[in-house]
Structures are given as C-alpha cells and as structure tokens.
C-alpha cells in the first residue's frame, strides 16, 4: 500500500506541475507589455521615453560624428576670431530679392532654400556678419542629386556673395589645412566681386 501511494503522489504532483506550467504557458504572456526587451539599448530608452510622455518625438544627435570631429577641429582654428553656427536654415543665410511683394517668384525663390540648411557658418565676433559657409562633403555629394544640390547651393551663395568652402568629410583635419581652404573660399569670393 505504501508504494502505491507513493506513486500516487508522483502522479499528483506530475499533474499539478503540468498545470500549473499550462497556466503560465496560455494565461500569462511571454513579455512584459510595459517592458519589452530592446533590440538595441539607444533604441529601447527612445522607446520607453516616448511610452511614458506619450510623445512622438525623442531627441536627436545634434552633429553627427564627423560633423562634430570637424566641429571641434573649427573651434580650435577660428573660436577667438568667428563665431560658428552649426545648421543654420539657409532661409536664416540668404533671403529672396525682395521686389516689395511676396509675389509668385518670391514664393518660387524661397521654395529653393526654405528646407536646406548649410553645416557651418562662420560669423564676424563683433558685427555677426557673416565671413563663409562652410559645407562638409560625405558620400551623399558625390551623387547626381547631390551634386544638383551643390551647384543650386552654390548658385545662390555666389548671387548673395558669400564665400561657400566644401571640405570633404575626414576622420581627422588639420587645422592649417582648412584655415587654407576657407581663406582661398573667401579671397576667391572677394575676387569675383
């Protein structure tokens, strides 16, 4: 008798395990709704920020990293002389002719420039004027869309005339060399005029 309630109460204990792992395995869920697991961590704070403001936004890097390599590299060669704006609205550099009404070219002008925006600019310390348009040039350039890009921007730039300086894109820059390029980007515009 002995033995058979001992196998009696293995049998009772299989089934209460296989119930209870049927329970969590039907009624609770795998994942944690309000925890999901992240795929990447930058990825999965956004996602947790955004579900707790309810917001359709998150925050978003500023420079990216060669722009801010470059950036840094700027401060260094002109912070005591220029100030340097990073990714002004090219509307906020050049404005369409105005001919006393915002009329269709007016308009047609502006739809050029309203959504571009330049890398940097270089302005005067003391009056803000603005010295250069500095564009930093990735792989982006080199396409036809780009380039169709660069010769409008540059158009416009050289009908306003401001000096524009392309360098291209580096995982280092030698201060000299653009203090070179950007003097050479504003005695050439000095030249023209």
Avoid at 37 to 48: D, L
Avoid at 63 to 76: D, H, M, P
Avoid at 176 to 187: D, E, P, S, Y
Wanted: positive net charge; glycine residues 4%.
């Amino acid at each position: 008798m002995p033995h058979f309630i001992f196998i009696g109460g293995t049998a009772a204990l299989a089934i209460c395990t296989l119930i209870v792992g049927l329970y969590f395995f039907f009624v609770i869920p795998d994942e944690d709704p309000y925890y999901p697991p992240p795929k990447k961590k930058e990825v999965y704070q956004q996602s947790i920020e955004t579900t707790q403001h309810n917001a359709q936004y998150c925050r978003a890097n500023f420079l990216s990293k060669a722009e801010s390599v470059f950036f840094n590299t700027l401060q260094a060669t002109y912070a005591d002389v220029y100030f340097i704006s990073c990714k002004p609205r090219m509307a906020d550099i050049v404005n369409p002719v105005w001919t006393g009404k915002k009329d269709h070219q007016w308009w047609t002008a502006f739809g050029k420039i309203k959504s571009k925006h330049a890398d940097f600019v270089l302005c005067d310390k003391r009056t803000m004027s603005i010295v250069c348009v500095i564009e930093l040039d990735d792989s982006r350039h080199t396409t036809p869309k780009g380039k169709k890009r660069d010769e409008l921007v540059n158009s416009i730039y050289k009908q306003a005339g401001i000096p524009i300086c392309h360098i291209p894109v580096s995982r280092f820059y030698e201060p000299v060399q653009i203090k070179a390029r950007v003097t050479l980007a504003i005695n050439d515009q000095i030249g023209e005029q």
